[in-house]
């Protein structure tokens, strides 16, 4: 079947560790996503890919890395500079805009991220 | 700057009664509106979207109206049922270069259905 698949679901890291997150879609989505949801503050983007090669920050990119070397894998690692990295994180993919199009944004599972 | 907002935290409603969602937004260079359902600990499922050229879309007991001159949409779930009970996240998306879009979310509303 295909979907977004997300690794590990549950993680525990000690402060000052970096960790990554990894995200594997076998959709053939060009676009990707991360998303980190909070308690009461819905989903922040934090890193976007629109091709191999290229990405961009999103709203709350500090403390964060992503690399977007092949179009399938998108990870992204919490760096020890990320103040609060304690959160579940999302990853997304869209397709091209062809029609039938819905603008459907297609989600992964998660990764529940604990510092301890 | 939230650019979606979801202005109530939490909504209860009688199994049976319609629920209506509401979202509001600033950005008037959204071009697709979305909603999604999301239990805790999962990834958020899509329910409906809509273009913003169109003012409703309707999926089953699931309809989507947007009023674009208030700067407003609002999903509408009839009947409700008790599987209904989860966090609605409002979302919109905008072109922000060619082929780039980027998608901004809502704080979400808690649904619960009541039996």
């Known amino acids: 079947d295909g979907g977004i698949t997300q690794s590990p679901k549950y993680l525990f890291r000690k402060e000052g560790q970096n960790v990554t997150l990894s995200c594997e879609q076998n959709l053939n989505h060009d676009a990707m996503y991360w998303y980190r949801q909070d308690p009461g503050q819905g989903l922040r983007l934090i890193y976007y890919s629109q091709i191999v090669n290229d990405f961009q920050k999103g709203d709350i990119a500090e403390g964060y890395s992503v690399s977007r070397e092949k179009k399938e894998s998108f990870p992204l690692t919490v760096t020890s500079a990320q103040k609060n990295p304690t959160a579940f994180y999302l990853c997304?993919?869209?397709?091209?805009?062809?029609?039938?199009?819905?603008?459907?944004?297609?989600f992964g599972e998660g990764s529940r991220l604990t510092v301890l | 700057d939230q650019q979606v907002k979801q202005n109530s935290p939490s909504l209860s409603v009688q199994e049976g009664r319609i629920s209506i969602l509401n979202c509001d937004y600033t950005n008037s260079m959204f071009d697709y509106f979305l909603w999604y359902k999301k239990y805790p600990a999962e990834g958020p499922t899509f329910l409906i979207s809509?273009?913003?050229?169109?003012d409703k879309n309707e999926d089953g007991r699931f309809t989507v109206f947007l009023n674009k001159s208030a700067k407003h949409l609002s999903l509408h779930i009839v009947p409700s049922q008790p599987g209904d009970s989860a966090v609605y996240f409002c979302?919109?998306?905008?072109?922000?270069?060619?082929?780039?879009?980027?998608?901004?979310f809502g704080t979400g509303t808690r649904l619960k259905v009541l039996a």
């Open positions: 997304a993919s869209s397709i091209r805009r062809e029609p039938p199009y819905t603008g459907e944004l297609f």
């Open positions: 809509i273009s913003s050229i169109k």
């Open positions: 979302a919109a998306s905008v072109t922000i270069g060619s082929g780039t879009y980027k998608y901004i």
